[in-house]
């Protein structure tokens, strides 16, 4: 990236809200709890792209009992930083859910639209249970009755950006969670 571009890349990160190592201690703990409650069960980690890739690959890791991983792909129409209301499911799982226990990996709750819709897809399909985990929860926003099982932060209405969440698809690689600024 040339110089120029990433003092405009700066520019937009108002303030760090959570750190990379409080996100390392939150995702050990996560792992954790999860290997002592899924243990000899058969575990599937699903995750809806793009958001929540950074945050599987560092869970998955975390976790110490065997478990296959599986993605899905949900499309939620956003103009700028708010989102439309439509979702609609781009890309299917391969596995057959109904042989395993389901753990949805989430980077983000919002306004709850994108989650309902895959976890109504999912639950037709018959999980031997269904769960939904999340990074960040935004419960501010709610449009839709909705609670995840497990959410490792609570954050107030902002739009954030980093570990793995974008703008305009930018800033995912951002180790930490950032408050997202426009430029002045
Ligand atoms: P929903 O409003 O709960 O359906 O959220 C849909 C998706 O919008 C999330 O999975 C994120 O990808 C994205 N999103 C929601 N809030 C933020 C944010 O603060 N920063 C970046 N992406 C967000
Ligand atoms: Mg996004």
């Known amino acids: 990236m040339q110089i120029t571009n990433m003092e405009k890349f700066h520019k937009h990160i108002k303030r760090v809200i959570i750190s990379e190592d409080e996100i390392k201690t939150a995702v ?7 290997s002592m409650e899924y243990k000899d069960k058969p575990l599937l980690l699903v995750s809806i792209l793009k958001g929540a890739y950074i945050f599987l690959a560092d869970l998955s890791r975390a976790v110490t009992i065997p478990h296959e991983i599986g993605f ?4 939620s129409y956003f ?4 989102s439309s209301g439509n979702v609609e499911i781009t890309m299917d799982l391969a596995q057959d859910v109904s042989k395993y ?11 709850g ?8 897809y999912i639950e037709s399909k018959g999980p031997l249970s269904l769960k939904v ?18 959410s490792l ?17 930018y800033y995912r690689n951002l180790p930490c969670i950032a408050e997202f600024g426009e430029e002045v």
């Open 28 to 34: 050990a703990r996560t792992g954790e709890i999860l």
């Open 72 to 75: 899905m792909a949900a499309k």
């Open 79 to 82: 103009e700028g930083t708010e």
């Open 101 to 111: 226990h389901v753990v949805i990996v989430e980077d983000i709750i919002d306004t």
């Open 113 to 120: 639209r994108t989650l309902k819709k895959v976890m109504e």
């Open 133 to 150: 985990l999340t990074l960040l929860d935004k419960p501010d926003r709610r449009l839709v009755k909705l609670q995840s099982d497990y």
């Open 153 to 169: 932060f609570t954050i107030p209405d902002y739009f954030v950006i980093g570990y793995g969440l974008d703008y305009g698809e």
